[in-house]
């Protein structure tokens, strides 16, 4: 039986999986970095996703 979708939880979204390349990915090509450059970013700052966004666009800027 498939997973009850209305059972949902979007805390996830608040961090940004260093460990999945999709997500790394994901990130890189939105702000225009490289997936180095992301996972330094990462490692860093951690992976609040606000913190990261904000960082990579003083990077990018």
Do not use: C, W
């Not at 999986?17 to 490692?43: K, N």
């Amino acid at each position: 039986m498939a997973d009850d979708k209305t059972n949902t939880d979007f805390r996830d979204r608040e961090r940004l999986s260093g460990d999945d390349g999709y997500e790394v990915a994901h990130f890189a090509r939105e702000f225009q970095l490289t997936i180095p450059e992301v996972r330094e970013l990462i490692r860093k700052h951690g992976n609040d996703r606000a913190t990261l966004q904000r960082e990579a666009m003083l990077l990018g800027a």
